[in-house]
């Protein structure tokens, strides 16, 4: 347990209007004597974000442009307040890291918005790194983890399988591990018939069967391309070889994730599917905060649990992420780019479900090949997708984050 009395941990939330952001700020409510929130970052959700300058009072708030952070400080108006600093952009979710210097750092923005900012706090050695966004790290991992070789930041992990393998090699030689078992359940579709894959509707998709999430991830869990994202990410955390990574199907999501070391031991984290686990050691690691969690895992109750493989055929997208990996520095940058287009298509109702593989697997064909060796390249590489699998959707996302 994170002890009272010690100095509090001045928190630094990117996304804190989302899923994620507003679980952490529910675990900082509970336990308001150990962290302060120094600044909150999101995109245009100003109602939210109000409320939350009201309750916890941040020096610094960052929004996604120019027009929504004018809106907010007309908003921040009202007498005798002392209102936070506004910054807006992929600069502005930057510079509120750098001046608002977080113990902790949460990276819980969706897509790419807060690359920079996170690039920021390892830098400037932010102490401890927890990263949700996983399209960061899929994208940029190894330009992240370069960085980090010279800087004294921590990352940790805040998706719960990575979460869970964190743990379960917490105290062992990481020469010992011999495989990492990433679980999943499987979504929403895991037992219906391919053949009726074309019909699937938004709000099917957007039902996951264990776990509330926002939109983008919920569809990418159907999908089954979030537990794609997530075997890129965990070569990435864990610098393992592609072949130690396997796939798990177990439709109750107890086990998180686990690792098998080299003796034949295999460590497992269990517990229910609540993202404040995950969230909650990211915010005290390298101790635990009791969690007042509305349930408890009941092994009793459960009785059996159930494994399966992952069906490839049924689920393109997750064989497309294992391609996309194996391409090189660019597969995974243009397999998250043409996902996020395709996913926010499929949302507004633009494509069927079965769709969003098919413009994955276009854009792979298309732009593999194409030579990645900086950061500035990433992003190039990622506009040319995003404008390529969707002209009209590319402007306004660039001039949102004002690239
Ligand atoms: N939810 C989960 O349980 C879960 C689990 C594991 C990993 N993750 C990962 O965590 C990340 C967040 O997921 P989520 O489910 O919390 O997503 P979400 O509910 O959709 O929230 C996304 C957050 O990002 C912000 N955002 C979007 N565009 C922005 C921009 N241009 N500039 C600044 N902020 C922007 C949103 O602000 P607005 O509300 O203002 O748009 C919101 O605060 C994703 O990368 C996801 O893959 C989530």
Redesign the pocket.
């Known amino acids: 347990m994170v002890s009272e009395g010690s100095e509090k941990r001045r928190v630094c939330i990117l996304?804190?209007?989302?899923?994620?952001?507003t679980n952490t700020l529910n675990i900082i409510r509970q336990n308001s004597s150990l962290y302060d929130v120094v600044a909150l970052?999101?995109?245009?959700?100003l109602d939210i974000l109000l409320n939350q300058i009201q309750e916890f009072k941040p020096e610094f708030v960052s929004v996604?442009s120019p027009q929504v952070a004018r809106d907010l400080r007309q908003r921040l108006l009202a007498p005798g307040a002392r209102p936070p600093h506004v910054f807006y952009g992929i600069d502005g979710?930057r510079d509120l890291v750098r001046e608002s210097e977080p113990d902790v750092l949460i990276g819980?923005?969706?897509?790419i918005?807060g690359l920079q900012a996170v690039l920021q706090a390892v830098r400037q050695n932010v102490p401890y790194i927890g990263i949700?966004?996983?399209?960061i790290l899929v994208m940029a991992g190894s330009f992240i983890l370069d960085l980090l070789k010279e800087s004294r930041s921590e990352l940790i992990p805040?998706?719960?399988e990575h979460s869970a393998v964190f743990q379960a090699l917490m105290g062992n030689e990481k020469s010992a591990l011999k495989n990492i078992i990433l679980t999943g359940s499987g979504g929403p579709f895991r037992t219906r018939d391919v053949a009726d894959f074309k019909r699937i509707t938004k709000a099917e998709a957007l039902k996951h069967p264990n776990?509330v999430?926002?939109?983008?991830?919920t569809i990418d869990s159907a999908t089954m391309m979030n537990k794609g994202l997530e075997f890129i990410e965990a070569i990435r955390l864990f610098q393992v070889e592609r072949r130690q990574i396997k796939i798990l199907i177990h439709p109750e999501s107890i086990i998180h994730s686990m690792v098998e070391y080299c003796d034949g031991s295999f460590m497992a984290q269990l517990g229910i599917s609540d993202?404040r686990i995950p969230i909650s050691l990211a915010l005290a690691y390298p101790k635990r905060l009791p969690l007042d969690l509305s349930k408890q895992l009941d092994l009793v109750q459960w009785q059996s649990l159930h494994f399966e493989s992952p069906d490839y055929h049924k689920f393109p997208c997750l064989r497309l992420a294992m391609e996309a990996e194996a391409l090189g520095t660019e597969g995974p940058i243009i397999l998250n780019a043409a996902n996020e287009v395709a996913v926010q298509k499929f949302l507004i109702d633009h494509i069927e479900f079965t769709e969003i593989a098919s413009i994955v697997e276009q854009a792979l064909n298309h732009f593999q090949g194409t030579p990645v060796r900086s950061l500035e390249e990433v992003i190039e590489l990622d506009e040319r997708v995003r404008l390529w699998t969707s002209p009209w959707n590319v402007q306004s996302f660039y001039s949102?984050?004002e690239v």
């Open positions: 996304g804190s209007t989302g899923s994620v952001g970052a999101c995109g245009n959700s996604g979710h819980a923005m969706a897509g918005h949700a966004n996983k399209e805040v998706d719960s776990w999430m926002g939109a983008k991830i993202m949102a984050v």
